[in-house]
C-alpha cells in the first residue's frame, strides 16, 4: 500500500514558494507523489491560505499555475461541518492545526506532514517533517 501523507500548510508553501532551505526535502516527496510511489493530499484551507500569502509577492496568474500543477499530483482533502466541529472541540491548541489534522483523518492519510510537529501533539497518526519522512523510507 502507497503511503498517503497529508502536507500541512507550511510544507506546501515551501514547495511552492521554494523557500530555502525547506525547499529540497519537500520537492523529493513531491517527485514521488508525480512518480505514483506515494499519496499527497491537502486541504482546501491550504489552498486559499497560500493562494492570498503568495499573491502578495508574485503574480496571481503565476500562483494559480503553481496551484494547478500542484493539485495534478495530490489530492484535495474535504474541509466540512463535521471538520470545523471537531476542531473547535478539540484539544489542539491552534485551531488551524486542529482543521488541518481532523481533514488528515478524514481523508484516511497515513502521516501528517510539517515543520510544525509540536502543534501535533494530539494526533494520533505520525507527524514527521520531510526531512524525517525521507530519511524513514531510506531505511526501508
Not at 502578495?56 to 499555475?65: A, G, S, T
Amino acid at each position: 500500500m502507497k503511503a498517503k501523507l497529508f502536507l500541512d500548510t507550511n510544507v506546501m508553501m515551501d514547495l511552492l514558494s521554494e523557500r530555502l532551505p525547506f525547499y529540497n526535502s519537500i520537492a523529493k516527496i513531491t517527485s514521488l507523489a508525480d512518480k505514483g510511489e506515494i499519496k499527497m493530499v491537502a486541504s482546501g484551507l491550504s489552498y486559499t491560505t497560500i493562494n492570498y500569502l503568495l499573491t502578495k509577492i508574485d503574480n496571481v496568474d503565476i500562483v494559480l499555475d503553481k496551484l494547478r500543477k500542484f493539485k495534478i499530483i495530490s489530492e484535495v482533502a474535504l474541509l466540512d461541518d463535521e471538520i470545523i466541529e471537531k476542531g473547535l472541540n478539540s484539544n489542539f491548541s491552534d485551531f488551524e492545526d486542529a482543521v488541518q489534522y481532523f481533514s488528515a483523518l478524514k481523508a484516511n492519510c497515513h502521516i501528517i506532514i510539517t515543520r510544525n510537529t509540536k502543534e501535533f501533539k494530539e494526533s494520533r497518526l505520525p507527524v514527521m517533517t520531510p526531512d524525517e519522512f525521507l530519511a524513514s523510507i531510506k531505511k526501508k
